[in-house]
């Protein structure tokens, strides 16, 4: 990129962001920590911090917002990309899952990680303390399997408990 382009880019970023603060528009991170885990959710100390290491500020309604998720444009990619990936799985709202969904979330992030698909890319570039290596995927993935085989028992007991 050449100085003159580097230059124009810079500008309208800022401008925006000035706009957005001139405005009044300037969004601002909800200030009051929300819960991080659902207590139904249930797992080893490992396997938590991993979690809330990698995963959480997304995957949460727990999220630390970072300075630059308050600064328009760049707030606005912020908030889309954390509210996709709520809706994708919600580790704050784990006990409104049916236990086949859950068992499905675990396997498919179980899936991501070994596939390298998250953490995303571009989000390692600006933390890359959530990197994950090869042994936290072999924990993650582990783990998942036991609570997707925990879920399904429990399942399995309750259909044979109802009345038919």
């Not at 709202?93 to 086949?100: E, I, N, R």
């Not at 890319?121 to 600006?126: A, I, S």
């Given at each position: 990129?050449?100085?003159?382009?580097?230059?124009?880019?810079?500008?309208?970023?800022?401008?925006?962001?000035?706009?957005?603060?001139?405005?009044?528009?300037?969004?601002?991170?909800?200030?009051?920590?929300?819960?991080?885990?659902?207590?139904?959710?249930?797992?080893?100390?490992?396997?938590?911090?991993?979690?809330?290491?990698?995963?959480?500020?997304?995957?949460?309604?727990?999220?630390?917002?970072?300075?630059?998720?308050?600064?328009?444009?760049?707030?606005?990619?912020?908030?889309?990309?954390?509210?996709?990936?709520?809706?994708?799985?919600?580790?704050?709202?784990?006990?409104?899952?049916?236990?086949?969904?859950?068992?499905?979330?675990?396997?498919?992030?179980?899936?991501?990680?070994?596939?390298?698909?998250?953490?995303?890319?571009?989000?390692?570039?600006?933390?890359?303390?959530?990197?994950?290596?090869?042994?936290?995927?072999?924990?993650?993935?582990?783990?998942?399997r036991l609570e997707g085989a925990e879920l399904i028992?429990?399942?399995?007991?309750?259909?044979?408990?109802?009345?038919?």
């Amino acid at each position: 990129m050449t100085t003159k382009k580097l230059t124009q880019v810079s500008i309208v970023i800022l401008t925006l962001g000035f706009g957005g603060w001139l405005n009044g528009k300037l969004e601002t991170a909800p200030s009051e920590p929300a819960m991080m885990f659902d207590p139904a959710l249930k797992m080893p100390a490992r396997i938590e911090r991993l979690l809330r290491r990698s995963c959480a500020d997304c995957h949460s309604e727990g999220t630390r917002w970072p300075w630059y998720a308050n600064v328009p444009p760049a707030s606005w990619l912020v908030r889309r990309d954390v509210e996709r990936a709520q809706k994708a799985m919600n580790l704050s709202k784990w006990s409104g899952l049916t236990p086949g969904a859950a068992t499905g979330l675990l396997t498919a992030a179980c899936a991501d990680l070994q596939s390298k698909r998250m953490p995303m890319g571009w989000d390692l570039l600006l933390h890359p303390n959530a990197r994950i290596n090869a042994q936290d995927i072999r924990n993650f993935c582990a783990w998942t399997r036991l609570e997707g085989a925990e879920l399904i028992k429990q399942t399995r007991l309750r259909s044979t408990r109802s009345p038919r």
